[in-house]
């Protein structure tokens, strides 16, 4: 519990996914994410006392930024956490100190249900259920998006039925092609892609294009601005970070005070 001595950081940070019990704007809600930047360290979550990096935990407030439109730091928060993942890209629980030694003393590597918050996650900011509907590509990576680039998804299962989409970018612009066999009624939507101004396309409105039929094609102009994350730039700067902050680590206890993960 996180109201009581000794409580901890858990389910406060699933307050608006993967259900809903508080809407992703909610006050609260609101509130929670404040709260888990303040306490982040190196871009990611951090659990415990002292606080010790979490590569688990923080998914869930990436996924509650994604259903509140915070596209730039729902990219940013992918990043940084691909770049602690290990040498072959598995992921970990807890048990290591912000810039301390990178060896975790729980046998939790790769870990299974980081592994699993992690497709969810791509899988989501890819296409993802809302209300009546099917949200596609609700935060791409502004690198994802520069001329000659592809996005695609095929067979995309949802809870609405399967769908395809590719998007492919040219200078000045992109093109969107989908094919779906959504029940009747169940609405396609993209929102306008961070850094994207200027933009120009058919039903688009308040920032968001609403793709009419069950298949089509549209033309869409824009004029990209802003910074290009990319992965190899994240690394970059974390290792940078490490080099500065190496002075100053701490280590982690011999043993943490990681929760069991009796249900999955």
Not at 21 to 33: K, Y
Not at 79 to 85: I, K, V
Not at 96 to 115: C, E, I, K, Q, Y
Not at 168 to 173: E, I, N, P, Q, V
Request: proline residues 7%; aromatic residues 8%; glycine residues 12%.
């Amino acid at each position: 519990a996180f109201d009581v001595p000794g409580g901890q950081d858990w389910g406060n940070y699933w307050a608006a996914y993967p259900g809903s019990p508080f809407a992703p704007t909610d006050p609260l809600v609101t509130a929670t994410l404040n709260h888990v930047r303040a306490e982040s360290a190196e871009g990611i979550a951090t659990y415990g006392d002292p606080h010790m990096l979490h590569a688990v935990i923080g998914y869930r407030a990436l996924e509650t930024m994604l259903r509140r439109g915070e596209q730039g730091n729902v990219v940013r928060g992918f990043y940084d956490s691909l770049a602690h993942t290990t040498s072959t890209n598995g992921s970990f629980e807890t048990g290591l100190m912000p810039f301390g030694n990178r060896s975790v003393d729980l046998a939790t590597v790769p870990h299974g249900w980081g592994a699993a918050e992690y497709v969810s996650l791509l899988r989501n900011m890819l296409i993802r259920e809302q209300d009546n509907g099917v949200v596609l590509m609700s935060a791409l990576s502004p690198s994802w998006l520069e001329p000659g680039q592809t996005v695609a998804v095929h067979g995309g299962a949802t809870a609405f039925g399967p769908l395809d989409f590719t998007l492919r970018t040219s200078s000045g612009g992109a093109t969107l092609t989908w094919t779906s066999r959504l029940r009747r009624g169940a609405q396609l939507s993209v929102p306008v892609p961070v850094g994207a101004r200027d933009v120009h396309a058919p039903g688009l409105k308040a920032g968001i294009i609403h793709l009419r039929g069950r298949k089509g094609k549209i033309n869409i102009a824009w004029r990209l601005t802003g910074p290009r994350p990319t992965y190899s730039a994240t690394v970059r700067a974390l290792l940078a970070a490490y080099r500065r902050g190496a002075r100053g680590a701490r280590a982690a206890p011999s043993r943490n005070a990681a929760p069991a993960y009796s249900q999955e």
